[in-house]
């Protein structure tokens, strides 16, 4: 597989840092950890490493360890904490429903989960088309309706630049815990036990990945011993 005609691993990029759109505080806090290797991390950065001034998009919490490590390397770093940011907007969806007024028949008329993203989405991941370099998304896939999910793979598709990559992974099984995800070295990333922001919607098969991700001109797949898969796509 041809990754973006790269033969060697590059030269550190020279960008500077910008701050997370999300204008969150950096979590300093010391929860429970727990460390996995990444390779899909591993050459996430290398696909990356020769493109001037990178701009990396992290949609989980703002960590100072994450931030510093793309600092450090002279990347761009901007974070949005996508699931967070649902919470709060389905709270808010269902307190205006709870205040509206209902029908004769006393039924509230539910918007469906196509609608609902759209909505969310109008104020979420406004970045200009094709101004980010690298996507880390996570596992957050895994815990939105697919019809939502599928509406945020189409934002990320439009305001990656070609010849960028998201990182995503996937749960094989449901887990046990809550996580968070923030990065410890090259290949290496700490899971964060945090309070459930979102139930574990479903397992996906390869096949619904790649359709999730069709629009992209390729991927590569890293399976772990510990149920998740690392999926790399390439646009």
């Not at 993203?117 to 596992?139: H, M, R, T």
């Not at 996580?179 to 899971?191: A, N, P, S, W």
């Not at 397992?203 to 797949?221: A, C, D, Q, W, Y």
Request: charged letters at 25%; hydrophobic letters at 40%.
């Amino acid at each position: 597989m041809n990754w973006m005609g790269k033969s060697r691993p590059g030269a550190t990029a020279t960008a500077t840092a910008t701050k997370p759109k999300s204008g969150n505080t950096a979590v300093t806090a010391s929860p429970t950890l727990k460390s996995r290797s990444s390779n899909g991390l591993k050459e996430f950065l290398w696909l990356l490493s020769d493109i001037p001034r990178v701009r990396v998009l992290d949609l989980g919490p703002v960590w100072q360890a994450t931030v510093n490590f793309f600092l450090e390397k002279g990347f761009r770093i901007s974070t949005e904490d996508l699931l967070g940011t649902w919470k709060e907007f389905l709270s808010a969806e269902e307190e205006c429903m709870r205040n509206a007024p209902k029908s004769a028949d006393g039924f509230i008329e539910r918007v469906s989960p196509s609608a609902l993203a759209d909505k969310f989405l109008e104020n979420a991941l406004q970045y200009p088309p094709e101004s980010v370099n690298g996507i880390l998304a996570w596992d957050l896939l895994d815990y939105f309706d697919p019809a939502v999910g599928s509406k945020i793979m189409d934002r990320l598709y439009t305001i990656l630049q070609p010849g960028g990559a998201v990182l995503a992974l996937f749960h094989s099984r449901a887990p046990e815990k809550f996580h968070r995800y923030r990065i410890v070295d090259t290949q290496t990333v700490e899971l964060v036990d945090a309070p459930t922001l979102a139930v574990h919607t479903r397992v996906f098969h390869n096949r619904e990945i790649l359709e999730l991700f069709e629009k992209f001109r390729s991927s590569k797949t890293f399976v772990g011993r510990d149920q998740v898969r690392e999926g790399l796509f390439l646009k």
